[in-house]
């Protein structure tokens, strides 16, 4: 089912949900190679929420606490003060495994240490559901099947997966996250190596799915552009602070943007309503 | 000081020092200040052998070798022996120089040796190479039967400069180790297996002189390996089924323990040996080739075979009679301290192991 | 699509199950002693009916009480270290990743070591006399993973770089300590030691231990294989398998007691029995896939199977004598791992 392009009104909530799913409340985070020296990283309190359907982008250059914000939703980091909820449950309290059955991540993959075939991989995200000790049943493996159509990646079922692209990698590992039916999809940086027609695909299908199975999305990123045009709200950060969180059209704004980035940039307001930022060289 | 300076006093101190080393090892031990004469023999591994003459000073490097220096009554001439020469009990209070293997090349060398006594099986090339670069003399046995074992301790007192007290000591094995041939002359040998180590199961070759020992006290070892202690399989023993296992322990008592451990493993059990508890135990003086082995042999053969050992009264009437007709006469019980040059006494050897059962 | 299903798993063990049978009856066959096959069948029958007291016959007490017991403490021991080796190349994510990488087997001989030199000097019960080595053994065994462990953390959980490191310095320093004392204890305990270094399973023990053996095979290897799924994940990268759903922490934590425990157990009876941890997983995963839920049981078996073989080998090629059965797994193995390498580069 193709996307319409979305308008920016009161009828977004329907598209959305009603009641916030994740809430980031006052999330910080320190953390020093030693107990006794000052911390080497920070990150201030932070806070935002999320509802069903909604895409929620973390921006901000280098070395701003994203991923590790990010860290911090997904239930891997315990946060210094504040807490993360989901559907009112606190995050770092559930256990891995009931965690992994509502949050899926989509990261960079470390390498392999044994071949895998792309099913395989895709079937892990069953793992979460029924027991520990199992043998895959057919529901699992029709729901991974589907994760893979839904990825647009069926034909890459029985590929090796240190034979693949990295761009169809990159599906097939957002295959295995919808393979866990997670209500809230969190993605660190996924574009970063990945060609700008991937890049597009892999956002366009992202948001298919956001609208189609109600998922929350939360996608760490500092591709200025991407943000802009497909998140349907902005966290922006600088150096382990959150400078604001609302709408893209509220947030991209020249002179804040030119500072959290330090470069010269111009915006635009397409006819969409998205904003659109154009990198500005020398002068 | 510059550093040029610096560097070559270093090396001429260097340089002193280490041609100063050998020629110390060399330097006069008290006697041999005049001419040293030289003898040139070979030894029982085909080297070639210059032994000063006299020999005044022997440092022994295996407990085999130290029991032979004082049954031939030199005990005085022995100026160092290893750790793990403890027979005699005099043996004990000689300078140590270390294990057979590892000796302290220096402490050696500090004894002034004319000679150093090794065997084969003991101790290692590398050690009489070492000395021999130190330009110390090394003289080695390697006995693969008593028979050698006798040979070798009249060849050894020869070296020495005693070949009479060599004849008296090898004459008194021999004569021994007839009579008791004699003895067992009608009895059937028994089949035994001789323990070295328990698991794995270890025992010794053929070609070893404690196979040969064996023989000589009327038993036959079941194992027939080119190996000097080769590992046997245990199933090999239970087909075989041995009438008797031998164990040498100088500590006798542990061993009936030992033995009632076996018996609680079913592997072992299925040995009639070690279900009826048909063991002996004899000293360890049948690891070592020297003269006290003859007494080893003679234990195991009152253990094996005791129905030839019954005393008839005529034969005792004849021992006190042999006894009592000259003091000079052979001693025949175990000889020990053969004094050179004094009338011959006899002594009841320390630290036999009286356990016949 | 072919995931993996109860069938099929059950049919490949099967399949390993037949062939385990058929090298024990060789192994029963062939030894110092040799029995024909119609003795052999009739003295199994006799010992499976519970009738064991009627086998009368020399070769039937031999078969009883010699060459079944082991064989059997062949199954364990080459079971134990196949799963034990197979689960720390999953927990330390390394290939090379043997059972004794991490000291245990070190631990276990220093232990069995200060045994035989405190043997002397004690008093035993005929009963556990013979039991004293295998018990030190295993002392010394339990102390090495307890001291790797708490080397092995970062940040109060294990950390496999960490650990696997933690486990090589233990083991080369216990190793330096085992030299240390061989050179001082005397020449014929050491002779005993060297053979128990080298691996052999020529030592016969009472019934109950190997009772013990198999229960305690069991035990750990059944822990292990509750794991069998967080493993597999855990081989696709230890942050993702925490967003997977696998408790990282305690499977590690498992992981690695059980292991260690199985290769103490392995080696305090027979020492260290080589190439049999590191080569059968490699194998097995050739064959049946990188599947933790096939790959364990798999092991269990080819190394049962890999260890009888060998020690078949070793009690026969030289008869009556017999070569350690670490030397013939290491003069099979190691060509063996060379060709596997290869394979896996090429």
């Known amino acids: 089912m193709s996307s319409p392009a979305f308008a920016r009104n009161p009828s977004e909530s329907s598209r959305l949900g009603n009641e916030p799913r994740l809430g980031v409340e006052q999330v910080s985070y320190a953390y020093s190679a030693n107990p006794a020296q000052a911390p080497l990283f920070t990150l201030e309190a932070t806070s935002f929420q999320a509802r069903p359907g909604e895409i929620v982008a973390i921006l901000g250059p280098n070395a701003s606490g994203k991923s590790t914000l990010l860290q911090i939703i997904a239930g891997a980091l315990q946060p210094l003060s504040g807490r993360v909820l989901l559907n009112g449950f606190v995050v770092h309290s559930l256990s891995p495994r009931t965690r992994a059955q509502r949050i899926a991540m989509v990261q960079q993959e470390s390498r392999l240490l044994f071949p895998a075939r792309a099913w395989e991989f895709v079937l892990q995200g069953r793992h979460a559901h029924g027991r520990s000790l199992r043998f895959e049943t057919t529901d699992d493996v029709l729901i991974a099947k589907n994760a893979l159509t839904q990825v647009g990646a069926a034909e890459l079922s029985d590929r090796w997966m240190d034979q693949i692209s990295g761009g169809e990698k990159q599906r097939v590992i957002l295959a295995r996250a919808l393979a866990q039916q997670p209500l809230l999809l969190l993605l660190d940086e996924p574009t970063l190596h990945l060609d700008i027609a991937a890049q597009v695909g892999l956002l366009d299908a992202l948001r298919r799915l956001a609208a189609e199975n109600r998922y929350t999305v939360v996608i760490v990123t500092h591709e200025l552009n991407l943000a802009a045009e497909y998140a349907d709200q902005v966290v922006l950060m600088q150096r382990g602070r959150c400078l604001r969180v609302g709408p893209p059209a509220s947030i991209y704004q020249r002179e804040l943007l030119e500072q959290v980035f330090q470069t010269p940039l111009s915006v635009e307001f397409a006819s969409n309503g998205r904003p659109r930022v154009t990198v500005l060289s020398g002068t | ?357 | 699509m072919r995931p993996l299903t109860l069938r099929r798993l059950l049919l490949q063990c099967l399949l390993l199950t037949v062939l385990l049978f058929f090298v024990v009856v060789v192994a029963l066959k062939f030894g110092a002693v040799p029995v024909s096959l119609y003795a052999l069948a009739r003295d199994l029958l006799r010992v499976i009916f519970g009738q064991s007291s009627q086998i009368s016959s020399d070769y039937g007490l031999i078969i009883q009480n010699i060459r079944l017991p082991r064989i059997i403490l062949g199954i364990i021991v080459g079971a134990s270290l196949s799963v034990a080796g197979t689960s720390f190349q999953a927990l330390l994510r390394n290939p090379l990743a043997d059972p004794y990488v991490l000291g245990v087997s070190s631990g276990a001989a220093l232990g069995a070591i200060l045994g035989l030199i405190a043997e002397p000097h004690l008093t035993l019960a005929p009963a556990f006399a013979g039991l004293l080595t295998p018990l030190c053994a295993f002392l010394g065994a339990a102390a090495t993973i307890a001291a790797v462990y708490f080397l092995g953390r970062r940040e109060g959980q294990i950390d496999s770089t960490t650990l696997l490191l933690g486990g090589v310095i233990t083991a080369s320093f216990l190793s330096a300590l085992i030299m240390f004392l061989m050179s001082i204890v005397t020449s014929s305990n050491t002779r005993g030691m060297a053979f128990w270094l080298m691996g052999n399973l020529s030592t016969s023990f009472q019934k109950s231990v190997y009772w013990f053996l198999a229960a305690g095979f069991f035990v750990a290897s059944g822990a292990i294989y509750t794991t069998a799924n967080d493993l597999n994940l855990l081989l696709a990268g230890e942050k993702e398998a925490m967003h997977l759903g696998v408790d990282v922490r305690r499977v590690r934590l498992v992981v690695y007691v059980a292991a260690s425990f199985l290769t103490g157990l392995a080696v305090s009876v027979s020492g260290a029995v080589g190439y049999v941890g590191l080569i059968v997983p490699h194998i097995m995963r050739f064959i049946f896939g990188s599947d933790h839920r096939t790959l364990l049981p798999t092991a269990a078996l080819g190394g049962a199977i890999a260890v009888v073989v060998a020690d078949t080998l070793a009690r026969t090629v030289v008869a009556p004598n017999e070569i350690a059965v670490g030397a013939v797994t290491a003069i099979v193995g190691a060509p063996l791992f060379i060709y596997l390498l290869r394979r896996r580069l090429a």
């Open chain 2, 1 to 357: 000081m510059s550093l040029l300076l610096r560097l070559a006093a270093l090396a001429a101190i260097a340089a002193f020092l280490f041609f100063a080393t050998p020629l110390r090892a060399q330097s006069a031990s008290p006697d041999s200040l005049s001419a040293p004469a030289f003898r040139e023999v070979v030894d029982e591994t085909g080297r070639t052998v210059h032994v000063p003459q006299p020999v005044r000073r022997i440092v022994s490097l295996a407990p085999s070798m130290t029991e032979t220096v004082y049954a031939l009554g030199l005990q005085d001439r022995l100026v160092g022996d290893t750790d793990y020469c403890d027979y005699p009990p005099d043996a004990q209070t000689k300078t140590k120089v270390g294990g057979g293997i590892n000796p302290s090349l220096e402490k050696i060398a500090s004894l002034h040796p004319d000679l150093v006594l090794v065997t084969k099986a003991f101790n290692l090339p590398e050690t009489v190479h070492s000395l021999e670069g130190l330009g110390i003399s090394s003289y080695a046995t390697d006995p693969h039967t008593v028979h050698d074992i006798i040979t070798s301790t009249k060849k050894v007192a020869d070296l020495l400069g005693v070949p009479d007290a060599g004849a008296v000591v090898g004459d008194e094995m021999q004569h021994r180790l007839d009579q008791l041939q004699h003895q067992l002359a009608t009895l059937p040998p028994r089949q035994v297996l001789f323990v070295v180590w328990t698991q794995p199961l270890i025992s010794v070759g053929r070609s070893t002189f404690i196979a040969d020992a064996l023989l000589r006290a009327g038993a036959v070892s079941i194992v027939d390996s080119s190996q000097d202690w080769p590992h046997v399989s245990l199933e090999e023993v239970a087909h075989l089924q041995p009438d008797y296992l031998v164990f040498a322990d100088s500590h006798s008592e542990t061993v009936p323990a030992q033995v009632d451990a076996l018996a609680t493993l079913p592997a072992w059990r299925i040995l009639s040996a070690v279900a009826n508890r048909r063991f002996a135990v004899i000293s360890d003086a049948v690891n070592r080739p020297a003269p006290r082995i003859v007494s080893a042999i003679e234990e195991l053969a009152k253990q094996l075979h005791p129905e030839a050992f019954v005393e008839k009264p005529s034969d005792a009437k004849e021992k006190m009679v042999k006894q009592n007709f000259s003091q000079s006469t052979k001693p025949f019980q175990d000889f020990a301290f053969i004094k050179q040059n004094q009338p011959l006494v006899t002594h009841k050897t320390v630290g036999e192991c009286a356990c016949a059962l």
